[in-house]
């Protein structure tokens, strides 16, 4: 029995210096040396995907380390520097620096969770003072139940931990996932007006659409410049953009939603015909409901606030 | 002997559901932390709301002076090039073209070149056929940092305000130059 207790003693010991040493290691690495690397590691190279300007050898990047070296020089601090670059690239040039202190919690958490568990091991396995013998079954209950009670705390602490770490994984994900965007030029252009349109930059995502559609034509594009156009209050752009998808594909529920909403102030006759033919095509479709709400009164409906037509993936966000 | 007598302190008894609520606490306090920042649209310069060009001044490759502010009055191509960059040499006989057909109508062509050695250059100018454009060099890239170059190839139209209203990310092509310059000029 009391070697049992020894050896998980031990073994917390190892596990609270191991995490101990990591911890050490992983916040030397950072500021202190070179101050130049320090700003630079804070600034993303707009050149290049997913790396510093620390890190990364572009031509960009080495000349963006210069100018931070020619500040430092000239005695400005990170933050000037840091708001200099911001001016000039926007705020995307910053590592969005989840700051430090959220670092430290990543490794305070797990050590917190560690001591708990800890404290309640050396409940459970602590050996009896052999002074409350006489007791010992009196003492054995209260003393039990607090050990139940400490470590179902601990398996709650431990699901607290887990559902933060995944939490913390899925924002920090987003970035990663947009950075991995394909090399094709148009599918970057599409993917960036998909970001400006995220945004709420309805114009620029509608020139950056205009610009793919010029390269490549394609009908998913059109649609997507289409609600874009729709969602900037330009009614005439989206009707004709849906107007050149609806030539060749008379039934496409999207082409036909763009423009029932387009024209539901100049037309509204004609715009309900629409709509309700997009009821018709696509019963499923999920903007069906609002729609058919929409078409059910349409005279009530305040046509400045047209419903919900973000795509999918963008209604996640 | 009573029980009470048997009992752990009371902050011994605590200690477990003390140690839950700082788990969630903290676990909380870090996902809300690793949010993602708001994207701001800064820096970005939207067509139509010129954003006033930084300066640009200085010899010039063939020893001449350049200076923008001296430019007002003209629409200026400033294009960020440089000789170990494949498509700058493929964009730069257009925009001498366009300079060269343009010039009468107030167009003018300046070539800032970066990171680049003067021997690279003005082999890329002979090649290109470019020998006289104006170029500026700018051997650390710093200056192109100032005008928030992402990359090159990359060109900017500053008009005659000395705004800057649009720029081109990546190679100019012949439509950019109709589409954006041609109805700034004059004539």
């Not at chain 1, 290049?48 to 031509?59: F, L, N, Y």
């Not at chain 2, 290109?128 to 890239?141: E, F, H, N, S």
């Amino acid at each position: 029995m009391k070697w049992r207790g020894a050896l998980t003693a031990l073994a917390l010991t190892a596990l609270v210096v191991a995490a101990g040493a990591g911890l050490a290691r992983s916040a030397g690495d950072s500021p202190g040396q070179d101050p130049v690397r320090a700003v630079a590691a804070g600034l993303r190279c707009p050149a290049c995907q997913g790396e510093s300007v620390a890190d990364s050898r572009s031509p960009i990047a080495a000349a963006m380390r210069q100018v931070v070296a020619d500040q430092l020089a000239q005695g400005r601090d990170r933050d000037e520097i840091r708001r200099w670059f911001v001016q000039r690239y926007g705020a995307d040039v910053l590592t969005d620096a989840p700051a430090r202190r959220t670092e430290l919690l990543l490794w305070g958490v797990p050590l917190a969770a560690l001591l708990g568990g800890g404290y309640a091991a050396l409940r459970t396995l602590r050996p009896r003072a052999p002074r409350v013998a006489p007791v010992v079954t009196a003492a054995a209950a209260p003393n039990a139940r607090t050990a139940g009670r400490a470590w179902r705390a601990m398996s709650v602490g431990l699901f607290a931990l887990v559902a933060s770490v995944a939490v913390a994984t899925y924002h920090l994900d987003r970035p990663a996932r947009q950075a991995a965007a394909p090399a094709d030029p148009i599918a970057v252009a599409v993917q960036l007006a998909r970001d400006l349109e995220a945004q709420h930059r309805y114009d620029a995502a509608a020139r950056m659409y205009r610009e793919a559609l010029r390269e490549r034509p394609d009908d998913a594009v059109q649609l997507r410049l289409a609600f874009v156009l729709l969602q900037a209050g330009d009614t005439a752009g989206a009707t004709g953009a849906a107007r050149q998808v609806l030539a060749h594909a008379p039934d496409s529920p999207d082409g036909l939603l763009v423009l029932g909403l387009a024209e539901r102030t100049s037309r509204p006759a004609e715009a309900e015909r629409v709509l309700r033919r997009f009821l018709t095509v696509a019963p499923e479709h999920q903007a069906a409901a609002e729609i058919s709400r929409l078409v059910g009164g349409v005279n009530r409906v305040d046509a400045t606030a047209p419903p919900d037509t973000r795509s999918p993936a963008q209604r996640s966000r | 002997m009573t029980r009470r007598t048997l009992r752990r302190p009371d902050w011994l008894r605590a200690g477990p559901a003390v140690v839950l609520a700082l788990t969630v606490a903290v676990g909380t306090l870090v996902a809300l932390g690793l949010r993602p920042p708001a994207t701001s649209t800064a820096g970005d310069i939207a067509a139509g709301t010129p954003v006033p060009a930084p300066a640009l001044s200085g010899v010039t490759l063939d020893g001449g002076r350049f200076d923008l502010a001296a430019a007002r009055g003209h629409v200026v191509l400033v294009n960020v090039f440089a000789s170990w960059c494949g498509p700058c040499r493929d964009e730069l006989p257009l925009l001498v073209d366009a300079e060269r057909r343009w010039a009468p109508r107030g167009l003018r062509l300046v070539g800032l070149n970066i990171r680049d050695g003067t021997e690279a250059v003005r082999a890329l100018l002979d090649e290109t056929g470019a020998t006289a454009l104006t170029v500026l060099r700018d051997p650390d890239g710093t200056r192109a940092i100032g005008w928030g170059v992402r990359g090159v190839p990359e060109t900017f139209l500053v008009d005659r305000d000395g705004g800057i209203i649009d720029r081109q990310r990546g190679v100019v092509t012949r439509q950019w130059l109709e589409q954006r310059v041609a109805p700034l000029l004059a004539g």
